[in-house]
């Protein structure tokens, strides 16, 4: 069973399949969605399919340590201009019910104790880019 410190994976049934069916749904969900819709549709237009892919990857190296994944997911989001707490509550609220519904409770608090601390990251290093512009 692989291991994720403080994260006790036993019994949550996390594998690709799974992973994939979380990266779809979430996304169709995102992108119907008012909040974060257009926030992608500005960057992707229609080609989905790349991000897709890269997500099943990040997710994957994070959930399962398949070291599928190689990137800097905060760079992606230090650019996004109007993405403040709201977008995130909604991010976050989006992708729970999709774990939730793809796997069930212990499989959706594994990923959301993940998902969680990464978004915190994310809002603290995008509001230190806002108060200090010429860091940039
Ligand atoms: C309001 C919240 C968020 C918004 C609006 C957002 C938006 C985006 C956008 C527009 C991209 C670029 C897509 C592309 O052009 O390929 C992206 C990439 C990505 N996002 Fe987010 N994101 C949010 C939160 C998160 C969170 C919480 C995570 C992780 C738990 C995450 C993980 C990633 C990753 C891994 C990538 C791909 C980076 C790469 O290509 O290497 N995002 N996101």
């Known amino acids: 069973m692989t291991t994720i410190p403080g994260i006790d994976l036993s019994g949550t049934g996390i594998d690709d399949v799974k992973?994939?069916?979380?990266?779809?749904g979430f996304y169709h969900k995102v992108r119907r969605d008012n909040r974060l819709g257009p926030?992608?549709?500005?960057?992707?237009?229609?080609?989905w399919e790349p991000h897709l892919l890269r997500m099943m990857d990040?997710?994957?190296?994070?959930?399962?340590?398949t070291g599928r994944y190689?990137?800097?997911p905060l760079q992606m989001h230090l650019g996004l201009g109007n993405v403040g707490?709201?977008?995130?509550e909604r991010w976050l609220e989006l992708f729970e019910e999709t774990a939730v519904s793809v796997g069930g409770g212990a499989f959706?608090?594994?990923f959301m104790n993940k998902a969680n601390r990464i978004a915190r990251s994310f809002q603290v290093?995008?509001?230190?880019i806002e108060l200090n512009p010429g860091r940039r």
């Open 85 to 88: 707490p709201l977008e995130f």
């Open 58 to 65: 990040f997710w994957s190296s994070l959930m399962l340590s």
């Open 19 to 24: 992973i994939e069916h979380l990266v779809r």
């Open 108 to 110: 959706a608090s594994a």
């Open 70 to 72: 190689s990137g800097t």
């Open 39 to 47: 926030i992608f549709e500005g960057r992707r237009g229609e080609d």
């Open 125 to 128: 290093a995008m509001a230190g």
